[in-house]
Structures are given as C-alpha cells and as structure tokens.
Nanobody
Framework: QVPLVESGGGLVQAGGSLRLSCAAS????????MGWHRQAPGKQRELVAA???????NYADAVKGRFTVSRDNAKNTVYLQMNSLKPEDTAVYYC????????WGQGTQVTVSS
C-alpha cells in the first residue's frame, strides 16, 4: 500500500484555482502533521503549508491568504486549496507526513501560465 497518494495538479491560468488532494494511510494521518511542499525547477524544496492532527495550520509567507490546507479525518485525506495562483507557484507539489515529514508522495505537477 502506497502511504501517500496525491492528485489534482494541472495547468491553470494566472488568477485561477486548483485543489490538491492527498490520501494517506491511517497511521500517518492520525498521528502526525501533514504538509504540502513544492519544488520549482532549479530551486530547493520548500514547505508551503502544514496542518496538525488537531487542525492547527501554518503557511509559507508566499502563499498566505491564497492557499488553504484542510483535512478530512473520515477520509484520511488532506487538501490544499490554491486560489489566485501566480506563475511563480509553478512547481511539483508533494504531500508529506510521518515523523519529521519522512514519508513522501510521488508529487503532482502544478503549472500556472501567465
């Protein structure tokens, strides 16, 4: 069983929206914070948003006010709602969980055209 499976990436115009989903195995989802990271070409991977098992959230400054992370405990799924997308949001987005985010999904490409 793959522990983390992302979906929802794609191509969108600047100003548009996308919602990413990450289905997690029960143990990872219930015990640990879940995070969304991204990696743009030629740049280091960065944490975009995270949510604790209790629902506490935090965001990178670059996405505050535009992105929202949420979780559905009944479905073991975490979401990243991305609004007002900018070309600089273009990256591969990864879901991560487990202790110190040691478990990673396969990534999903998000491309924002200008």
């Amino acid at each position: 069983q793959v522990p983390l499976v992302e979906s929802g990436g794609g191509l969108v115009q600047a100003g548009g929206s996308l919602r990413l989903s990450c289905a997690a195995s029960g143990n990872i989802f219930r015990v640990y914070a879940m995070g969304w990271h991204r990696q743009a070409p030629g740049k280091q991977r960065e944490l975009v948003a995270a949510i604790s098992p209790g629902g506490t959230t935090n965001y990178a400054d670059a996405v505050k006010g535009r992105f929202t992370v949420s979780r559905d405990n009944a479905k073991n799924t975490v979401y990243l709602q991305m609004n007002s997308l900018k070309p600089e949001d273009t990256a591969v987005y990864y879901c991560a969980g487990g202790s110190n985010f040691r478990v990673w999904g396969q990534g999903t490409q998000v491309t924002v055209s200008s």
